[in-house]
């Protein structure tokens, strides 16, 4: 029973010393460029009602949500997802407010999966919600943001892969598909499982061209000039004025000078149902899977009483600091702590502690009863600039 007390849950863990430094001040470094665009931080309780996040708000599974009881009887979970609990929030407090709304995050989400491939079931989060604009600017606006946050944040080989949902959904519906099909259409062609795809929609009996149309996504990535072959697949004017966004986008993208950060993918569609347009994945070298997503949800606040268009992204904190802690490239950290170590003038060592800590100095006051060599260790162990021996 004692060494089990000692020990985390499976899919969570501690984290502490210069690996926690490190991650304070990348959510620092990332955190100054969403603030400098002018988004206001909010906080979400950490734990909600279950409708907040149920299958027809369109988040996350069921089966993967940590699901509790209070008092009352009411299921309560803890937040796997925090754009669902802005929407809640904006339509609570901001119902009238007819200007944009720009909001940023952070904290932590949970998600109660068994396959976890090296995932954590806890995870800190950073993210932007910009809500009540539905104008490519809007959408450029986020895209630009992430690019300069990485940066912001000490990354710098990254791309940034941007995909429109309408232009799937509008091939699903000239094919006629119903709900279950393009659902299971979604996970073949998210799984870039082609034969898959394709055998699915041969027994579906889809005409001939439609077939063609979709199978063809999943050929549509690459460079600016893969929207021009988006254009002559897509069979549907819901899907072309898909990729006309798309074009706008990029080119006020060439505007604030991100351009060379992105890259197309059609056949990004996104597991969270809620999306409606423009989405995006961040990836970079040594991470296994997107540092960050997010993508247009126009149709969210409307199910919490608030009809506006909105668009934001989430940048999982412990997967970049990972890929920069691997490409050796964490941002220097500022080290200004001293240990104080005196013998037996107690009055005279905490004046010294008191003038150093005044010039802004972390000042750790210890009595030496060691070699002096123990306490040098220990500073080089805990990340501590200085012994000051009185």
Do not use: W
């Not at 909010?42 to 996040?53: K, L, N, S």
């Not at 069921?62 to 339509?91: H, M, Q, W």
């Not at 600017?137 to 943001?145: C, I, R, T, V």
């Amino acid at each position: 029973m004692g060494k089990r007390l000692v020990h985390t849950p499976e899919g969570v863990r501690d984290i502490y010393g210069k690996e926690y430094a490190n991650k304070q001040n990348i959510q620092k470094l990332f955190g100054e460029i969403l603030h400098r665009y002018g988004y206001q931080a909010i906080q979400t309780p950490t734990f909600e009602f279950f409708d907040v996040f149920s299958r027809e708000i369109g988040t996350t599974p069921s089966k993967e949500l940590y699901k509790f009881f209070d008092k009352e009887g009411n299921t309560l979970v803890l937040r796997p997802d925090f754009t669902p609990s802005i929407a809640r929030c904006a339509a609570k407090y901001f119902m009238d407010e007819t200007i944009p709304l720009r909001f940023c995050y952070s904290g932590n989400n949970f998600i109660n999966t068994s396959d976890l491939q090296g995932k954590l079931k806890e995870t800190t989060q950073m993210g932007a919600e910009l809500l009540g604009d539905a104008s490519p600017e809007a959408d450029a606006e986020m895209l630009a943001m992430l690019v300069e946050a990485l940066r912001n944040a000490g990354l710098q080989e990254f791309q940034v892969s941007v995909g429109q949902i309408e232009y799937f959904k509008g091939l699903c519906a000239n094919a006629a598909l119903d709900e279950e099909t393009e659902l299971a259409l979604r996970e073949f062609i998210s799984n870039r499982n082609e034969f898959g795809a394709q055998e699915l929609l041969l027994e579906k009996n889809i005409p001939a061209d439609s077939v063609k149309a979709l199978l063809s996504v999943n050929s549509l990535f690459g460079t600016y000039d893969i929207l021009d072959k988006a254009l002559a697949c897509a069979d549907n004017q819901r899907s072309r004025n898909a990729i006309m966004h798309l074009k706008q986008v990029y080119e006020l993208l060439k505007v604030y000078g991100v351009d060379q950060y992105i890259s197309f993918d059609l056949a990004m569609v996104s597991k969270y149902n809620y999306y409606t347009g423009i989405i995006f994945s961040a990836y970079t070298y040594q991470a296994g899977s997107a540092i960050a997503k997010g993508g247009r949800y126009d149709n969210l606040l409307e199910k919490f009483g608030k009809p506006a268009p909105a668009t934001g992204f989430v940048v999982m904190i412990d997967d970049l600091v990972s890929a920069l802690t691997r490409q050796k490239c964490c941002p220097a950290l500022e080290n200004n702590t001293i240990l104080l170590v005196y013998t037996d003038d107690f009055d005279k060592a905490v004046a010294e502690a008191r003038a150093y800590r005044a010039q802004n100095y972390a000042t750790v006051l210890m009595k030496q009863e060691q070699p002096r060599t123990h306490y040098t260790e220990f500073a080089e162990k805990h990340h501590i600039s200085q012994v000051i021996f009185l």
